[in-house]
């Protein structure tokens, strides 16, 4: 009973480093999120997958980007690390339909310094 | 674009007391709402989904209602517990199927 996976779950990064945040989920759900998740802002949506081989923007996409490897992976990328992606990361997968309800990773906390 | 508001952001009973969280949205095209729960330095637990069809779901002492067309819903509390002290978020899925987060209301419960 895994449920959704995230790794790592912490890192630290240099300003312009480039990192990959890994998601998997093993409840065959079609979508699949990435938030952010900042001190008094709420989760804020980075892109969402709805189904294999489709994403999309979210609300704060800027400075990063998404892959649906396939049904279980979606990666999130940070390509040059700035301080203001400094945040806790989530992933959480869902069916598109809101049939069932959507589960979270436990979290990747980032510092970018 | 759909917005979720909740409503407090922050609220303390004492021990024993019943609440209520609100929740409201601006888009009532959507799939469900959910209610879920976050402690601190954790992740997201749901608690109840309801679906677009659905007035209300019960869990427990939990008891969350869904009306639609006025982009409301709240979450009961019955006879609170320290234990029920964390944020509580609601969340709607809409029909283009992106998720949509509420800011939360932080809740503590004193013994």
């Known amino acids: 009973n895994a449920g959704v996976t995230q790794t790592p779950k912490f890192q630290v990064l240099k300003t312009g480093q480039s990192m990959t945040l890994q998601c998997a989920q093993d409840?065959?759900?079609?979508?699949m999120y990435w938030y952010r998740q900042d001190p008094g802002m709420g989760l804020r949506l980075i892109y969402y997958?709805?189904?294999?081989?489709?994403?999309d923007k979210g609300e704060v996409p800027n400075g990063y980007n998404v892959s649906r490897l396939n049904k279980r992976e979606f990666s999130l990328r940070l390509e040059s690390a700035a301080p203001s992606q400094t945040s806790v990361y989530f992933c959480?997968?869902?069916?598109?339909?809101?049939?069932?309800?959507?589960?979270f990773g436990q979290g990747t906390r980032l510092t970018v310094v | 674009k759909q917005e979720v508001t909740q409503i407090p952001a922050a609220l303390s009973v004492p021990e024993g007391e019943n609440l209520v969280l609100n929740c409201s949205f601006t888009d009532s095209a959507i799939y469900n709402l959910q209610w879920f729960r976050q402690d601190p330095g954790k992740g997201l637990t749901s608690l109840l989904l309801i679906q677009s069809s659905q007035r209300e779901q019960t869990s427990g002492r939990l008891n969350a209602s869904l009306d639609k067309s006025s982009g409301r819903s709240t979450l009961y509390i019955a006879a609170s517990q320290p234990g029920d002290s964390a944020t509580y978020l609601c969340?709607?899925?809409?029909?283009?199927?992106?998720?949509?987060f509420g800011q939360g209301t932080e809740l503590s419960v004193k013994p």
């Open positions: 959480a997968s869902s069916e598109v339909t809101g049939a069932t309800e959507a589960f």
């Open positions: 409840m065959n759900h079609n979508s």
């Open positions: 997958s709805a189904s294999e081989g489709t994403t």
């Open positions: 969340a709607v899925t809409d029909q283009g199927g992106k998720l949509i």
